[in-house]
């Protein structure tokens, strides 16, 4: 391929910033310094868990042991990042980062209305690909896309009283039909945009056993919560490192 003057100009100009940046990388020395230059130690300071209450920092230093023993590199990775985020960076915007309270009546019967409507519908489908979800019955999904808009805005201002902030709302989604036998193990949710968010009880079986929500409190200590058709569970992005132990469709929201 023949190239013109300015072609090798503009190569030359790329090769010398690619070695520019490279050689001015840090190196682990370099940035080992910089970072205690910014007055970062490790391990951490009491006084800097948020929040600074003694079950909180003992329950983070328990994960943070448990990330240590993980083999994989990059889960081990994926681990620090997720646990440094919860234990000092994210902002807390509740008292104790949960609630519970009750959806609008009609949205809710709306909803109910829209998952046995959908568990007839042929075009009904099932969730894969989530890799904390456990079980040999994937859930079911009935996809409502006008209905997951309403719930978006009635469920808003709801979160917003509850946290004392404006939200930019992000997604709602659902529904989603765990089946018997399902567990969905212990996660955080995503930090770019679930700071806020709701998981919403459509309905169950009449003769199902109850399925609780297990979240770790700011005081280090280990809540079920049992939720009833109608109920929301308000979760701050602090507290969403939970899980399911146990079928029950829920229907979540998520604000930013």
Not at 200 to 214: F, G, M, Y
């Amino acid at each position: 391929m023949k190239t013109n003057g300015s072609q090798f100009l503009l190569l030359a100009l790329q090769t010398f910033l690619l070695a520019h940046f490279t050689l001015g990388a840090l190196d682990e020395g370099e940035r080992v310094k910089e970072y205690n230059r910014r007055g970062h130690v490790w391990p951490p300071r009491d006084e800097d868990y948020v929040p600074n209450t003694p079950g909180w920092r003992r329950l983070m230093e328990r994960r943070f042991s448990q990330v240590m023993s993980v083999e994989n590199t990059g889960d081990k990775y994926n681990g620090f990042m997720s646990t440094v985020h919860t234990a000092f960076n994210c902002k807390n915007f509740t008292e104790n980062g949960w609630a519970l309270t009750r959806a609008p009546q009609g949205l809710v019967d709306e909803l109910v209305e829209s998952l046995h409507r959908g568990l007839q519908s042929e075009k009904l489908g099932t969730e894969a690909g989530v890799l904390c979800i456990e079980t040999e019955n994937r859930p079911l999904f009935v996809q409502q896309y006008a209905l997951n808009s309403r719930a978006l805005t009635e469920l808003q201002p709801i979160l917003e009283a509850w946290s004392g902030v404006e939200l930019v709302r992000n997604n709602a989604y659902g529904l989603r039909v765990y089946r018997n036998d399902s567990s969905l193990n212990m996660h955080v949710d995503k930090v770019q945009t679930h700071i806020i968010s709701t998981i919403l009880h459509v309905d169950h079986d009449a003769d199902s056993e109850p399925w609780p929500i297990v979240i770790e409190d700011f005081q280090g200590n280990t809540q079920e919560v049992v939720l009833e058709s109608g109920d929301m569970l308000l979760v701050s992005l602090k507290m969403m490192r939970h899980y399911l132990v146990g079928c029950v469709p829920f229907f979540c929201c998520s604000f930013q």
